[in-house]
């Protein structure tokens, strides 16, 4: 990343760029390293596997991860080439791996004892290293825009993470990437007028971006594996968190009509109606996302209480008011803070384990009706209130 002054006055001349980044860029290898081989590990010692064993997957994690990063490195560096298809035929990768253990593919296996698995770390040791060289190469060839950008977005996230406001820093993400999208062709809306035009300006998003639709289909794999590995009424909580994730694009009109009040006055109808119109779209596909757990739940009637509660969980995460800084305040090493600003961080996962807790103590159609009522109650206060 670079400032726009550094952009000004350094970039502008004819530096190495890639001697300027080589430090950030051995920095960040050697923390996708280590995020990799901990969790890695830690993942082998629990399923039963010898330590000398996971010590191998460990090493072959830490490995993967950095030659992810560099590979990343080499396609911002040149969009055009094929380097570029290094993310998402990974995230394909991990989610067959993910569907793999969901259909049963690995239970008959037993935790290998054999030392021939350090091959792995082997093969992929020379790999890694021609990549990381390669991206080090490349580092230069970054375009001065994309670094500038980079601060600029780095700095958007810091001010709305120092409020502990997530949606302010998604809001953040989402007009850069709408900012290097550029231009979309305008279409006249054509349907019901109203509230029901928001259903249409949905279509219209989904249209223009209809992987958006693949993010909640995508995420009914764990629900399988997590079945499989016995997890039982623990699917539900993990399904909603899930859920609420993947739903996240979809409410961009939800998102827009919360944040701008003045926008949702200028369309002449109450602000209940207007949020009832821009959750339809999200409701139907979020149903549809329980829905298909449905087999991998101890009772049908929790496939609606994921749905439901993952569609509260995303409209308390989309409706929350900004912090008022005319509230109580207290004092902080960051200096006075209002005390609602604490609860953001939580915004959402609140309404996720309040929803899960009747599904977990009771997975029957008590439990689900008693989980279903909360959602229920609780999209009702959030659409009505002002």
Not at 70 to 93: D, I
Not at 210 to 238: I, M, N, T
Request: include cysteine; glycine fraction near 10%; hydrophobic fraction near 55%.
């Amino acid at each position: 990343m670079a400032s726009p002054a550094t952009s000004a006055l350094v970039l502008s001349t004819p530096v190495d760029r890639g001697r300027w980044l080589g430090r950030q860029y051995a920095t960040v290898l050697a923390l996708g390293a280590l995020a990799a081989a901990v969790p890695a590990l830690v993942a082998a010692v629990t399923a039963g596997w010898p330590l000398l064993t996971g010590g191998a997957l460990a090493l072959a994690a830490a490995l993967l991860a950095p030659a992810t990063y560099a590979a990343g490195a080499v396609a911002q560096a040149r969009p055009g080439s094929a380097w570029r298809m290094v993310a998402p035929v990974t995230a394909l990768v991990a989610l067959a791996a993910v569907a793999a253990v969901a259909v049963g593919v690995t239970a008959r296996l037993t935790p290998p004892g054999d030392a021939r698995w350090w091959l792995a770390p082997a093969v992929l040791a020379p790999v890694t290293a021609g990549a990381a060289v390669l991206a080090r190469r490349r580092l230069g060839d970054l375009h001065r825009r994309d670094l500038t950008r980079g601060h600029g977005l780095a700095n958007g996230l810091s001010g709305a993470l120092a409020g502990m406001d997530t949606a302010l820093a998604y809001d953040v993400v989402l007009q850069y990437t709408s900012r290097q999208r550029a231009v979309v062709r305008a279409r006249r809306l054509r349907g019901p007028r109203g509230p029901l035009a928001l259903v249409t300006a949905d279509l219209v998003r989904l249209r223009r971006a209809p992987l958006r639709v693949l993010a909640p289909a995508a995420a009914v794999v764990p629900a399988y594996a997590l079945a499989e590995a016995g997890a039982g009424a623990l699917v539900v909580p993990v399904m909603v968190v899930l859920g609420f994730g993947a739903a996240i694009p979809l409410g961009a009109g939800l998102r827009v009509l919360s944040r701008s009040s003045s926008l949702a006055r200028l369309l002449g109808t109450s602000s209940w109606q207007l949020r009832l119109g821009a959750l339809v779209v999200p409701t139907v596909l979020l149903m549809a996302y329980g829905l298909s757990c449905l087999w991998a739940l101890p009772h049908p009637l929790l496939a609606p209480v994921i749905g439901l509660g993952a569609l509260a969980t995303l409209t308390r995460w989309l409706v929350a008011p900004p912090p008022d800084y005319a509230s109580a305040m207290v004092s902080t090493p960051m200096g006075a803070m209002p005390v609602s600003l604490f609860g953001k961080a939580v915004r959402g996962f609140d309404i996720a384990g309040l929803v899960s807790i009747p599904a977990l103590f009771a997975p029957d159609a008590l439990g689900a009706t008693v989980s279903m009522a909360i959602s229920v109650v609780t999209l009702g206060v959030l659409v009505g209130r002002r």
